[in-house]
């Protein structure tokens, strides 16, 4: 009996020393063991991770809630199929191993630490990346997303959660901010694993700098995460958003020069406060978040555009910015057009339509063109989707905004038929009314913007036009008071004429400056052929955009400066190859090369896009130098077909792998 009491005994201290071993992992913060898993990772990976928010710097971080974001940090690379196919399988070895290490240190809690864990994707496979809706089809095409609770393939019916992230043109931007105030870098210092200033990374990564467009893009993604987690009723995530959102919005008005909206900041402050205190009151003010968060949305899908809009479109921006601002009828009838777009159009796009058509309608206002809503439907192939808004709620939203212009000193088509009368050789001047029209002196709006580069040139055109209107041609008995009637029409007509020729022209920058972005950010792929090269034999390279529509680009830019600045400018582009090769016949797009020995060589090229002109008055926007730079690794002396690395076929045979599609080497197929 004894004997069996000390094996009990004995037993009992042997699992309360296992317990006691077992008590400082368990007792640690989540945060903490998660620190722990990435230094392991980093040990045996060897690749770095930069970790960053509140499970980081501690401020604010909740055990049950908080998420542990973190993306894998590569070395840049190439942008060839072998890199960026190495690259893709970097970041889905290391989805593996973090997921197997968190499982071992939380055990039964690991689904719940999954399913608050992101592993982002590295850099380099997010280039071209707009918005969510963007980052979901590019990681559907790499079949991996950076929650770690997702597995199996992606798909079209993969639920968005799994990829939520702030994507476009000013999410480096953020991110790297971000990541300084808030970031860690984990990685291997010679076996060792060893944590660093975030900082370490964003030296190999450039800084990006602020833009307007970045920012409100930001802010317009913030509001709609705020609006995901207002549905999900988590009120600290809720607040955590609407936080960001507001300091994106007052970014982004700073860089567009525009006054900072008080009032607005206040109730988004308050609100901020009352949910990160109380985050269980998200229910009884459920209404007003959304509100505010909507109205976020509206603004910052309105300032997205200021970047690329010209001073007319700006007017008429500005008008609906404010309009929201105030929830006057144009605010109201915004909002409700936004709301009523069809989910595959951006908050941005919106915008842009109702900008557009607003302006259509002003300028066929002033220039006595007939209906504008058929005009937009038939004439704008990608703007077909407006019609489901209907004539009657569009002629009232752009008749509000144009109504709205003119309280603000903005007039677009003000007297219009009399300015238009005057411009076709009809005179309405008491004396004139009689004479016949003269076709030869008729000159549309088209015309106008056509044959007239300079403001003051037209101005001296419609004064010679108003000083004809008023001649009554009785010599000296007439001839002060004619020059009095001109100078009285030419103070009506000429605003409406002047404003009418910037519209068009406005247009026409904002189109330019949209096709030069397009050019940029759409990748440059080199093909190349034979696709198994021998030592010696000729291989030709071609470079062709992704999409196939560079050329079609470039001859539109080409055309819009030649109408903006006259027939002595253009739109210049050449491609710089590395190494320079030979030519072949009269195409820069196509080089040809030989490499005498087995191997792994790199060919280059870089585009350079440049306008030209001769005129004195251009819009420096439109005369940036673009470039847009590419690389490709050809494989000399290989007996085997390349094998993407993502579908197992040989490379380009498979038209749903990204790889294949992108890097598919035979301009023939």
């Known amino acids: 009996m004894e004997r069996s009491c000390i094996v009990i005994r004995r037993t009992m201290l042997l699992c309360i020393g296992a317990l006691l071993l077992a008590a400082p992992a368990m007792a640690q913060a989540p945060n903490v063991r998660m620190q722990r898993v990435l230094l392991k990772f980093v040990e045996t990976n060897k690749n770095s991770v930069m970790g960053v928010g509140s499970w980081i710097s501690g401020a604010g971080f909740n055990a049950a809630t908080s998420d542990f974001d973190m993306r894998l940090v590569l070395p840049k690379g190439g942008t060839d199929a072998a890199h960026v196919n190495a690259q893709v399988k970097q970041w889905q070895q290391a989805r593996s191993q973090l997921t197997s290490l968190i499982k071992q240190e939380f055990g039964d809690q690991a689904d719940d630490i999954l399913r608050r864990t992101n592993l982002y994707a590295p850099n380099q496979l997010m280039h071209g990346v707009e918005d969510a809706a963007d980052a979901m089809d590019r990681f559907r095409k790499l079949n991996t997303v950076p929650n770690l609770a997702h597995t199996g393939p992606v ?17 480096q931007t953020y991110v790297q901010g971000y990541e300084k105030a808030a970031g860690r870098l984990f990685y291997n210092n010679n076996g060792k694993a060893v944590t660093g200033l975030s900082e370490l990374a964003h030296l190999g990564e450039g800084a990006p700098a602020y833009t307007a467009a970045g920012t409100a893009s930001n802010a317009g993604q913030w509001a709609a995460h705020g609006l995901d987690e207002l549905a999900a009723g988590r009120g600290e995530k809720v607040a955590k958003f609407l936080e960001r959102m507001e300091r994106d919005l007052v970014k982004s008005r700073s860089l567009s020069r525009l006054p900072a909206d008080d009032a607005f900041r206040n109730q988004l402050k308050q609100m901020r406060e009352l949910l990160k205190t109380s985050p269980g009151k998200l229910a009884d003010v459920s209404d007003d978040v959304a509100r505010l968060l909507a109205r976020g949305k509206a603004e ?67 220039a006595g063109r007939g209906n504008v809503m058929e005009t937009l439907g038939t004439a704008c192939e990608h703007l077909k989707w407006m019609k489901a808004f209907g004539p009657l709620f569009m002629a009232e939203l752009t008749t509000a905004i144009i109504e709205e212009a003119k309280l603000t000193g903005f007039d677009l088509a003000a007297s219009s038929q009399e300015a238009w009368d005057l411009m076709a050789g009809i005179y309405t001047v008491e004396g004139r009314v009689s004479v016949d029209p003269d076709p030869r002196r008729r000159l549309t709006l088209a015309d106008l913007v056509a044959k ?52 068009e022209r406005d247009a026409l920058t904002s189109e330019y400056l949209i096709l030069g972005s397009q050019v940029v950010h759409t990748p440059l792929v080199i093909y190349y052929k034979p696709t198994a090269p021998k030592e010696g034999q000729r291989i030709v390279c071609e470079a062709r955009s992704y999409d196939g529509k560079l050329g079609e680009r470039i001859q ?114």
């Open 155 to 171: 798909t079209p019916t993969t639920s968005a959660k799994y990829a939520e992230g702030l994507y476009g043109s000013g999410a």
């Open 300 to 366: 910052s899908a309105i300032l997205a555009g200021f970047e690329n809009a010209g001073t007319v479109r700006r007017a008429y921006m500005r008008v609906m910015l404010d309009g929201v601002a105030a929830g006057n009828k144009v605010g109201e009838l915004v909002s409700k057009a936004m709301k009523a777009a069809p989910d595959w159009v951006t908050a941005e796009n919106t915008i842009n339509f109702i900008v557009f058509a607003v302006g259509t309608h002003a300028t066929a206002q002033a």
């Open 556 to 669: 539109r830019m080409n055309e819009i400066i030649r109408i903006l600045y006259g027939s002595g400018s253009g739109v210049a582009y050449n491609y710089y190859w590395e190494p320079g090769g030979a030519s072949v016949g009269d195409l820069d797009w196509q080089r040809a090369f030989s490499f005498e020995k087995k191997g792994k060589y790199t060919v280059k090229v870089r585009l350079e896009v440049a306008p030209y002109t001769g005129h004195t008055e251009t819009e420096p926007r439109v005369m940036l130098r673009r470039t847009v730079p590419a690389l490709v690794d050809i494989e000399v002396g290989s007996d085997k077909p390349e094998i993407c690395k993502s579908c197992g076929q040989p490379i380009g045979t498979s038209p749903n792998c990204m790889n294949c599609i992108l890097y598919n080497h035979d301009p023939n197929q």
């Open 452 to 503: 007239f580069k300079y403001e003051k040139k037209l101005e001296a055109l419609v004064y010679a036009y108003c000083l004809r209107a008023s001649a009554r041609d009785a010599g000296d008995a007439t001839g002060a008071a004619d020059v009095s009637v001109a100078d009285a029409l030419f103070a009506r007509c000429w605003p409406i004429i002047r404003d009418a020729w910037r519209w």
